[in-house]
């Protein structure tokens, strides 16, 4: 009842989100809010708090694990002009049980140079989407606990430190990110010496009938080259669910260059609920990756799951 009646107070005729915003300090960073906000007396110190220790999206992720569901891949493999070069679309079903998992192919077809004489994946991002997503050999000891799986770079080398890397700044975005070349803190986005770099913007808006929070952290325009440089995040964009503050929706933009290791990507995650599984739903991802002694390339995919089986 209470949150039909606060429904009821943002949504009625009188009360408009093009009403002027208003802007607080919360430690040293400026945030904007939007009417709505204001009115619902949302403490933003304890909001921003929340937002810099949320597990619910790397849980999502880990919750995969621990799943059987069908998932739709396409991949695809992008010339220097945009053009389609190479691709694959696939339709795999993974099976769950007892802490294994298992992928089995269910159809596919690819174009262009996918794949190399031995039928391996020719491009550096389709063995990355293999790596994050597949299990084709049985995998066991899976589990979907957070606290467990802390990501690191202790004991890995080549591709899978790079998956590793690319974990870290997918799944726990403002995390350091070690073993990238000069990347140092440039990630934190929530760090201290970072507050002036970015603006911050919370909303409160209705998703799919679920009210939620929005924010939105964005780099400032008009930053010098020497600021421009410490920025690698330079948008993200989160909505919350305002009931338990369960992420259901992120999109975040990323772009970085240190000569051997760039790149520039954007990703779109939406959620859905699985029984008592939060679990990504749709996943987006575009982008280019430069890394030495692998040539630079630009790729595009959509995973999308579904027939989800708690188990």
């Known amino acids: 009842m209470r949150r039909l009646k606060f429904l009821f107070f943002i949504l009625s005729p009188s009360f408009s989100f093009a009403q002027q915003p208003d802007t607080v300090d919360a430690g040293g960073r400026l945030v904007t809010l939007s ?21 619910t999206f790397y849980k999502a992720f880990r919750n995969l694990r621990v799943l059987t569901y069908t998932s739709l891949n396409d991949v695809r493999m992008l010339d220097r002009k ?11 079903r993974q099976t769950a049980w007892k802490g ?9 077809k690819h174009s262009g140079d996918f794949y190399d004489r031995s039928g391996d994946y020719r491009y550096y991002t389709a063995k990355l989407y293999d790596g994050l997503f597949f299990a084709f050999d049985t995998v066991c000891g899976q589990h979907n606990r957070v606290k467990d799986a802390k990501l690191g770079l202790n004991g890995k080398s080549g591709l899978e430190k790079h998956k590793e890397q690319l974990k870290m700044l997918f799944f726990d975005p403002g995390s350091d990110i070690p073993g990238i070349p ?5 990630v934190q986005i929530f760090d201290p010496g970072h507050i002036k770099l970015y603006d911050h913007h919370i909303d409160i808006r209705e998703r799919k009938g679920v009210l939620c929070y929005v924010f939105v952290v964005k780099a400032k325009p ?10 690698v995040i330079d948008e993200m964009t989160t909505w919350f669910d305002y009931k338990n503050f369960e992420v259901l929706e992120r999109t975040y933009a990323m772009s970085y ?31 280019t990756w430069g890394v030495a ?3 630079k390339e630009r790729g595009i995919f959509t995973a999308t799951i579904f027939e989800i089986e708690p188990n």
Do not use: W
């Open 222 to 231: 008009g930053l010098n080259s020497f600021d421009r440089d410490r920025i």
């Open 82 to 92: 945009g053009g389609v070069k190479a691709s694959q679309q696939s339709r795999t």
């Open 257 to 287: 260059n240190a000569g051997l290791y760039n790149f520039d990507v954007r990703m779109h995650v939406e959620m859905t609920h699985a029984g008592k599984f939060l679990v990504p739903a749709v996943i987006r991802y575009d982008g």
């Open 35 to 55: 009417e709505v906000v204001i009115r619902s007396g949302t403490n933003v110190p304890g909001f921003i708090d929340r937002v810099r220790a949320d597990t």
């Open 182 to 186: 000069l990347m140092g803190d440039k």
């Open 293 to 295: 002694m692998a040539k």
């Open 100 to 108: 294994c998992r298992v992928t089995r192919m269910l159809e596919e």
